[in-house]
C-alpha cells in the first residue's frame, strides 16, 4: 500500500489519489508484522488493519499530537482525521483504555510542565507558570473537541471525570500542588500584595492571570492555597499597622488612613481577586483598624468625636461615621457619645443663671445648637434617622430642666413678631418660625407656652405693635397642626375680635359724628375666655375719657343684648398732647394709668404719690411702676420727683419736669416691666395652669373609660398620659386626683373585687 498525501486535497475531503480522508485510517505494511497509519505515521504490530482501533500505540498518539499542536492552530484536516480516530475506538467498545491513556499521557505531561515551572528564578517564576497554564488551556480545548464523542457517551455512561475537569484536576495535582511549586507560588503571590501595600507597583495583570487560574481550578483551591493565607497575612499587616498609627496620628488623621486603607483593599480585589474576597478582607482591615480602636479612637483627647462636634469637623465626622458603620456597634458608640456630649451641654446652657438673664439670647442659643446639629446630621451623618432620634431626645430631655422654657421661648417669639422680623423677607420669617417650631415641640408643657403667648399676643394686638398679621397667623397653623384645634381656638379668637372691633368702632363712630372734635376712643371688644383678661380694678379715668367711655357703653349694650362690659384700663395706651416750660411741644405715648397720671397736673402743680393714688385708684404696684416710668427714666422723664431716687415710695411728691426736651415730637413713655416674673406672680401663672389641666385630665379619663368600660389604674395612667402628651405631661398623681373626683361624682366606679379596676357609669 502507498501512503496517503496530506499536503493536498480536495474540497470534498479527498487526497489527490481520490482516497477520502474521512473514512477509517488506511495503512502500508512493513516488515516483521508491522503496519504504519498513513494519516498520522505511527507504526504498529497487528494481526490485521482492522485492529488498529483497538491499538495501544494509537491512543496516547492522539493526545501526544495534540499536546504538541497546542500554540499554532491545529490544521482542520488532521483534527478531524483524530477525532475520527477516536470516534472509532469508542464505537469499538475501547473507551476505557483511551480514557486511561488520556490520563497517563496527561500525567506524564504536566510532569515534564512542573519541571520547567520549577526552574523558572524570580519574577520568571509567575511568568512561566503563567504561560504554561495558558498552553495547556489551549492543549485542553482541543482534547476536548478530538474526543467529544467519548465525553458526550463514554465518560456519563461510567461516571468517570469529563475531559476539561480532568485537566484542571491533573493540573491542579500535579502543577499547583507540587512540594516544590505549591508553597513557593503563595510566598510569591503574599509578597507581591506585601509589595503593592508598601507602595511599590507590581503587574497586576500578572497577578489576575495567576488568581484567576487558581479560581478556575475549584473555589477551594483558590479559597485553601490563597485566600485563607491571604486573609491571615493581611491580619497581621493591619494589625502592626493599626497599632503604629494610633500612636503618632491623631483622631482624624488616623481615619483618614484606615480610608485609604480600606479602599486600597476594595480596589486591591477588583483588579485581581475574587468579588467574593472583598467582604472578607475589608472585614480584616474593619477589624483590626477600627473595631479594635473604637474607645480609643471616639475619646481621643483634643481630637475624637466631641472634639469634631465642637469645631464642626463635618469631614471627619463623616468619615468615622462611613467607617464606624461597617463594624458591630460602631454606630451605638458614636450616638451614644454625642447624646452624652449634648445632654451635658444642654444641661449647662438651660442652668446657668447668667445666660437666663437674657430670654431672647437664651432661645437663640438653643436654636443654634440645633441649627448646628441638624448640619452635622445632615452633612455627616447621612441624614440617620437613629441620630435624628437621639437629637430630639437630648434636646427635649435639657429644655424641660429649665421650667421656665415655655416662657422664655415665647418672649423669644414676642421680639420677633415685635421688631425682630422687621424688614425680613416672608420667605425668611417662615424659616425663623420653623426653627422655632422645631424647639416648642420640645415642650414637655406646651400649656404653660399657651398661657404665656396668649399675654404676649395680646399686647402686641392691643398695642398694634405686631409686625406683621400675617406671620402671627402663619404662626398659629404651625401651633394648630403640632397641637390641634382646640390648642389655638381662643387664640384665633383673638383675631376675630380685632376684626370685629374694627366694624364695631366704624357704627358708634357714625353714630355720634359730634365726637370728631376733642378726645378720641378707640376701643377693643375682647370676649371674655379668649383673651387673658383678669379681674382687676377699673381706675378712675379724667372725667373726658369717663364720659366718652359712657357713650360706648350706651351705643354697645344698645345693639347687642344680654351683654355686659367691664372696662381693662391696666391693657389701654393714650396719645397726648402736652407743653412743657419752655414751649417745647410733644405729643406722649402713654399707657391708660400713666394719661390718668399726667392729666391731674393740669389742675395741680404738685403732687403727692398718696394723692395721686386716692384720686386715681390705680393699683400701687402698677402706680409704682408708671411714676418710676415718667420720673426716673433718663429721656422719658416727664415728671421729676422729690427726693431723687430710683425707686419710688409713698412719701414722695412729683411736679412737671419743665426742663423736659427730646429731639422727638413723638416721645413713647413705656412702663417699666420686670422681664422676670415675681415669685407670686409665678406661683399664680402655676396654679392657673394647673387648674386649666384638670377638666383636660377629666375628659381624657372619660374617652378612655367610655370606649373601653372597664380598665385597670396603671393603664388608666399610660393612656391619659399618651393622649394629653401634645399639650402637656400629665402627673399620675394628679391623674388619680382626677380619677377619685370622677368617682365621687359617679361618672366612674371601683370594682368590688379589685379595687385597682374601674368601671365606667353611663
Given at each position: 500500500?502507498?501512503?496517503?498525501s496530506?499536503?493536498k486535497k480536495?474540497g470534498?475531503?479527498?487526497?489527490?489519489?481520490?482516497?477520502?480522508?474521512?473514512?477509517?485510517?488506511?495503512?502500508s505494511?512493513?516488515?516483521?508484522?508491522r503496519?504504519?497509519?498513513?494519516?498520522t505515521?505511527h507504526?504498529m504490530?497487528?494481526?490485521?488493519?482492522?485492529?488498529?482501533?483497538?491499538?495501544?500505540?494509537?491512543?496516547?498518539?492522539?493526545?501526544?499530537?495534540?499536546?504538541s499542536?497546542?500554540?499554532?492552530?491545529l490544521?482542520m484536516?488532521?483534527?478531524?482525521l483524530?477525532?475520527?480516530?477516536?470516534y472509532?475506538?469508542?464505537?469499538?467498545?475501547?473507551g476505557?483504555?483511551?480514557?486511561?491513556?488520556?490520563v497517563?499521557?496527561?500525567?506524564a505531561?504536566?510532569?515534564?510542565?512542573?519541571?520547567?515551572i520549577?526552574?523558572?528564578q524570580?519574577?520568571?517564576?509567575?511568568?512561566e507558570?503563567?504561560?504554561?497554564w495558558?498552553?495547556?488551556?489551549?492543549?485542553?480545548?482541543?482534547?476536548?473537541d478530538?474526543?467529544?464523542?467519548?465525553?458526550?457517551?463514554?465518560?456519563?455512561?461510567?461516571?468517570?471525570?469529563?475531559v476539561?475537569?480532568?485537566?484542571?484536576?491533573?493540573?491542579?495535582?500535579?502543577i499547583i500542588?507540587?512540594?516544590?511549586i505549591q508553597s513557593?507560588?503563595?510566598?510569591t503571590?503574599?509578597?507581591?500584595v506585601?509589595?503593592?501595600?508598601t507602595g511599590?507597583?507590581?503587574?497586576?495583570?500578572?497577578?489576575?492571570?495567576?488568581?484567576?487560574m487558581?479560581?478556575?481550578?475549584?473555589s477551594?483551591?483558590?479559597?485553601?492555597d490563597?485566600?485563607?493565607?491571604?486573609?491571615e497575612?493581611?491580619?497581621e499587616f493591619?494589625r502592626?499597622e493599626?497599632?503604629k498609627?494610633?500612636e503618632?496620628?491623631?483622631?482624624?488623621?488616623?481615619?483618614?488612613?484606615?480610608?485609604?486603607?480600606l479602599?486600597?483593599e476594595?480596589?486591591?480585589?477588583?483588579?485581581?481577586?475574587?468579588?467574593k474576597?472583598e467582604?472578607?478582607?475589608?472585614?480584616?482591615?474593619?477589624?483590626?483598624?477600627?473595631?479594635?480602636h473604637?474607645?480609643?479612637?471616639?475619646h481621643m483627647?483634643?481630637?475624637?468625636?466631641?472634639?469634631?462636634?465642637?469645631n464642626?469637623k463635618?469631614?471627619d465626622?463623616?468619615r468615622m461615621y462611613?467607617?464606624?458603620?461597617?463594624?458591630?456597634?460602631g454606630?451605638?458608640?458614636?450616638?451614644?457619645?454625642?447624646t452624652?456630649h449634648?445632654?451635658?451641654?444642654?444641661k449647662q446652657?438651660?442652668?446657668?443663671?447668667?445666660?437666663l438673664?437674657?430670654?431672647?439670647?437664651?432661645?437663640?442659643?438653643l436654636l443654634?445648637?440645633?441649627e448646628?446639629?441638624?448640619g452635622?446630621?445632615?452633612?455627616?451623618f447621612?441624614?440617620?434617622?437613629?441620630?435624628?432620634?437621639?437629637?430630639?431626645?437630648?434636646?427635649?430631655?435639657?429644655i424641660?430642666?429649665?421650667?421656665?422654657?415655655p416662657?422664655?421661648i415665647?418672649?423669644f417669639?414676642d421680639?420677633?413678631?415685635r421688631?425682630?422680623?422687621?424688614?425680613?423677607?416672608?420667605?425668611?420669617v417662615?424659616?425663623?418660625?420653623?426653627?422655632?417650631?422645631?424647639?416648642?415641640c420640645?415642650l414637655?408643657?406646651?400649656?404653660?407656652?399657651?398661657?404665656?403667648?396668649k399675654?404676649h399676643?395680646?399686647?402686641?394686638?392691643?398695642?398694634?405693635k405686631?409686625?406683621s398679621?400675617d406671620?402671627e397667623?402663619?404662626?398659629?397653623?404651625?401651633?394648630k397642626?403640632?397641637?390641634g384645634?382646640?390648642?389655638t381656638?381662643?387664640?384665633?379668637?383673638?383675631?376675630?375680635?380685632?376684626?370685629?372691633?374694627?366694624?364695631t368702632?366704624?357704627?358708634?363712630?357714625s353714630?355720634?359724628p359730634e365726637?370728631?372734635d376733642?378726645?378720641?376712643l378707640v376701643?377693643?371688644v375682647?370676649?371674655?375666655?379668649?383673651?387673658p383678661?383678669?379681674?382687676?380694678?377699673?381706675?378712675?379715668?379724667?372725667?373726658?375719657?369717663?364720659?366718652l367711655?359712657?357713650?360706648?357703653?350706651?351705643?354697645?349694650?344698645?345693639?347687642h343684648?344680654?351683654?355686659?362690659?367691664?372696662w381693662?384700663?391696666?391693657?389701654?395706651?393714650a396719645?397726648?398732647?402736652a407743653?412743657?416750660?419752655?414751649?417745647?411741644?410733644?405729643e406722649?405715648?402713654?399707657?391708660t394709668?400713666q394719661m390718668c397720671?399726667?392729666?391731674?397736673?393740669?389742675n395741680?402743680?404738685?403732687?403727692?404719690?398718696?394723692?395721686i393714688?386716692?384720686?386715681?385708684?390705680i393699683?400701687?404696684s402698677?402706680?409704682k411702676?408708671?411714676?418710676?416710668?415718667m420720673?426716673c427714666?433718663?429721656?422719658k422723664?416727664?415728671?421729676?420727683k422729690?427726693?431723687?431716687?430710683?425707686?419710688?415710695?409713698?412719701?414722695?411728691?412729683?411736679?412737671?419736669?419743665?426742663k423736659f426736651?427730646?429731639?422727638f415730637?413723638?416721645v413713647?413713655?413705656?412702663?417699666?416691666?420686670?422681664?422676670k416674673?415675681?415669685?407670686?406672680e409665678?406661683?399664680?401663672?402655676?396654679?392657673?395652669v394647673?387648674?386649666?389641666?384638670?377638666?383636660?385630665?377629666e375628659?381624657?379619663v372619660?374617652?378612655?373609660m367610655?370606649?373601653?368600660?372597664?380598665?385597670?389604674h396603671?393603664?388608666?395612667?399610660?393612656?391619659?398620659?399618651?393622649?394629653?402628651q401634645?399639650?402637656?405631661?400629665?402627673?399620675?398623681?394628679e391623674?388619680?386626683?382626677?380619677i377619685?373626683?370622677?368617682i365621687?361624682?359617679e361618672?366612674l366606679?371601683?370594682?368590688?373585687?379589685?379595687?385597682?379596676?374601674?368601671?365606667y357609669?353611663?
Amino acid at each position: 500500500m502507498e501512503e496517503a498525501s496530506e499536503e493536498k486535497k480536495g474540497g470534498d475531503g479527498r487526497n489527490k489519489e481520490g482516497t477520502n480522508l474521512l473514512r477509517p485510517p488506511t495503512f502500508s505494511g512493513l516488515s516483521n508484522g508491522r503496519l504504519k497509519c498513513v494519516e498520522t505515521g505511527h507504526e504498529m504490530v497487528v494481526k490485521d488493519k482492522d485492529s488498529y482501533a483497538h491499538s495501544k500505540r494509537c491512543r496516547p498518539g492522539l493526545i501526544d499530537f495534540a499536546l504538541s499542536h497546542s500554540k499554532p492552530p491545529l490544521n482542520m484536516f488532521k483534527q478531524d482525521l483524530l477525532s475520527r480516530n477516536a470516534y472509532n475506538m469508542v464505537l469499538h467498545k475501547f473507551g476505557e483504555k483511551l480514557y486511561s491513556g488520556l490520563v497517563t499521557t496527561m500525567t506524564a505531561h504536566l510532569k515534564e510542565i512542573s519541571k520547567s515551572i520549577e526552574a523558572a528564578q524570580g519574577d520568571l517564576f509567575l511568568e512561566e507558570l503563567n504561560r504554561k497554564w495558558n498552553d495547556h488551556n489551549k492543549a485542553l480545548q482541543m482534547i476536548r473537541d478530538i474526543l467529544m464523542y467519548m465525553d458526550r457517551t463514554y465518560i456519563p455512561n461510567t461516571h468517570k471525570t469529563p475531559v476539561h475537569e480532568l485537566g484542571l484536576s491533573l493540573w491542579r495535582d500535579i502543577i499547583i500542588h507540587s512540594g516544590k511549586i505549591q508553597s513557593r507560588l503563595l510566598s510569591t503571590l503574599l509578597e507581591l500584595v506585601h509589595r503593592e501595600r508598601t507602595g511599590e507597583v507590581i503587574d497586576r495583570g500578572l497577578m489576575r492571570n495567576i488568581v484567576k487560574m487558581l479560581m478556575d481550578l475549584g473555589s477551594s483551591v483558590y479559597q485553601e492555597d490563597f485566600e485563607k493565607p491571604f486573609l491571615e497575612v493581611s491580619a497581621e499587616f493591619y494589625r502592626r499597622e493599626s497599632q503604629k498609627f494610633i500612636e503618632c496620628y491623631d483622631c482624624g488623621d488616623y481615619l483618614k488612613k484606615a480610608e485609604i486603607r480600606l479602599n486600597e483593599e476594595i480596589e486591591r480585589v477588583t483588579h485581581y481577586l475574587d468579588a467574593k474576597s472583598e467582604g472578607k478582607v475589608t472585614n480584616v482591615v474593619e477589624k483590626e483598624m477600627i473595631a479594635n480602636h473604637m474607645m480609643r479612637l471616639v475619646h481621643m483627647e483634643n481630637s475624637g468625636l466631641v472634639n469634631m462636634l465642637l469645631n464642626d469637623k463635618h469631614g471627619d465626622l463623616g468619615r468615622m461615621y462611613n467607617l464606624f458603620r461597617r463594624v458591630p456597634n460602631g454606630l451605638a458608640m458614636i450616638r451614644d457619645v454625642m447624646t452624652s456630649h449634648l445632654r451635658e451641654t444642654g444641661k449647662q446652657l438651660v442652668t446657668d443663671a447668667e445666660r437666663l438673664k437674657d430670654p431672647v439670647e437664651y432661645v437663640q442659643r438653643l436654636l443654634d445648637e440645633k441649627e448646628k446639629y441638624d448640619g452635622i446630621i445632615s452633612l455627616a451623618f447621612s441624614n440617620d434617622k437613629t441620630f435624628q432620634n437621639a437629637l430630639n431626645s437630648s434636646f427635649e430631655y435639657f429644655i424641660n430642666l429649665n421650667s421656665r422654657s415655655p416662657e422664655f421661648i415665647s418672649l423669644f417669639v414676642d421680639d420677633k413678631l415685635r421688631k425682630g422680623l422687621k424688614g425680613v423677607s416672608e420667605e425668611d420669617v417662615e424659616i425663623i418660625l420653623d426653627k422655632v417650631m422645631m424647639i416648642f415641640c420640645y415642650l414637655q408643657e406646651k400649656d404653660v407656652f399657651e398661657k404665656y403667648y396668649k399675654q404676649h399676643l395680646a399686647k402686641r394686638l392691643l398695642s398694634g405693635k405686631t409686625v406683621s398679621d400675617d406671620a402671627e397667623r402663619s404662626l398659629i397653623v404651625k401651633l394648630k397642626t403640632a397641637c390641634g384645634y382646640q390648642y389655638t381656638s381662643k387664640l384665633e379668637g383673638m383675631f376675630t375680635d380685632m376684626k370685629t372691633s374694627q366694624d364695631t368702632m366704624q357704627g358708634f363712630c357714625s353714630s355720634h359724628p359730634e365726637l370728631t372734635d376733642g378726645p378720641t376712643l378707640v376701643v377693643q371688644v375682647l370676649t371674655t375666655g379668649s383673651w387673658p383678661t383678669q379681674p382687676s380694678i377699673t381706675c378712675h379715668l379724667p372725667f373726658e375719657m369717663s364720659a366718652l367711655c359712657e357713650k360706648f357703653r350706651s351705643y354697645y349694650l344698645g345693639i347687642h343684648t344680654g351683654r355686659r362690659l367691664s372696662w381693662q384700663t391696666n391693657m389701654g395706651t393714650a396719645d397726648i398732647k402736652a407743653i412743657f416750660g419752655n414751649g417745647q411741644k410733644h405729643e406722649l405715648n402713654v399707657s391708660t394709668y400713666q394719661m390718668c397720671i399726667l392729666m391731674l397736673f393740669n389742675n395741680a402743680d404738685r403732687l403727692s404719690y398718696k394723692e395721686i393714688e386716692q384720686v386715681t385708684a390705680i393699683p400701687a404696684s402698677d402706680l409704682k411702676r408708671c411714676l418710676q416710668s415718667m420720673a426716673c427714666v433718663k429721656g422719658k422723664n416727664v415728671l421729676r420727683k422729690e427726693p431723687m431716687s430710683k425707686d419710688i415710695g409713698e412719701d414722695d411728691s412729683f411736679f412737671v419736669n419743665e426742663k423736659f426736651a427730646s429731639k422727638f415730637y413723638k416721645v413713647k413713655v413705656g412702663t417699666v416691666v420686670a422681664q422676670k416674673e415675681s415669685e407670686p406672680e409665678k406661683q399664680e401663672t402655676r396654679q392657673r395652669v394647673e387648674e386649666d389641666r384638670k377638666p383636660h385630665i377629666e375628659a381624657a379619663v372619660v374617652r378612655i373609660m367610655k370606649s373601653r368600660k372597664v380598665l385597670d389604674h396603671n393603664n388608666i395612667i399610660a393612656e391619659v398620659t399618651k393622649q394629653l402628651q401634645l399639650r402637656f405631661l400629665a402627673n399620675p398623681t394628679e391623674i388619680k386626683k382626677r380619677i377619685e373626683s370622677l368617682i365621687e361624682r359617679e361618672f366612674l366606679e371601683r370594682d368590688n373585687s379589685d379595687r385597682k379596676m374601674y368601671r365606667y357609669l353611663a
